[in-house]
């Protein structure tokens, strides 16, 4: 009866130790960043060193109020949104069409790279904690998809232009900057 016990108590904390676990990639340990602090640091000052200062304020709304939900989420349905919002700064640079602009091509693929890491991890992360989102998370996530279409279309009107894409690159840096404080709470 003893050894029945100990096995099934075994066999629930395997089957729970991923949920208690939760996302390694946002942990952090004691006086040390997580691996999500690590990289969104150095994706943060790359897209700084990629551009320089915009001397006209853009034309893009900043999502404020959507950040101001997500404070109230839970752990889990903040990682969500961060992994959401990082995809959707990916695919917005995907398109490669920045030829126009004096960016070096390496910080470029670097950027890229750490972005790619970043997402692929949260990716995982997700799919370990198995998240239900909320209605309110979900009406969130979706202003946000439909705030990163507006920046898609900015760059199409704007031609793929330097300054399209210099306003493009000061919004996305306010996004990676909100997304590392939202992070870190």
């Known amino acids: ?5 100990f096995w099934m108590c075994l066999v629930m904390t395997i089957c729970t130790w991923n949920k208690t676990i939760g996302c390694t990639w946002m942990k952090t340990l004691p006086r040390s960043p997580s691996m999500f602090q690590v990289f969104s640091n150095n994706t943060i000052m ?5 551009g320089h200062e915009v001397s006209r304020e853009p034309q893009i709304t900043f999502p404020d109020n959507q950040y ?7 752990a889990d349905e903040q990682i969500a949104f961060i992994s959401q919002t990082l995809n ?11 030829e126009s602009t004096a960016w070096d091509q390496k910080g470029v693929d670097k950027f890229m790279n750490d972005l790619y890491r970043q997402t692929s991890e949260l990716d995982q992360c997700l ?3 198995k998240t239900r989102l909320s209605k309110s998370v979900k009406r969130v996530n979706k202003k946000m998809s439909l705030h990163f279409k507006f920046l898609k ?14 306003d493009i690159r000061t919004v996305v840096l306010a996004h990676l900057q909100r997304l590392d404080t939202t992070s870190s709470k």
């Open 88 to 98: 959707a700064i990916k695919k917005l640079f995907s398109s490669g069409k920045y």
């Open 68 to 74: 101001r939900q997500v404070n109230n989420f839970k």
């Open 153 to 166: 279309h900015y760059l199409k009107r704007e031609e793929y232009s330097a300054s399209g894409w210099e």
């Open 46 to 50: 790359m897209l700084k060193k990629m």
């Open 127 to 129: 799919k370990a904690l």
């Open 1 to 5: 009866m003893c050894s029945i016990s």
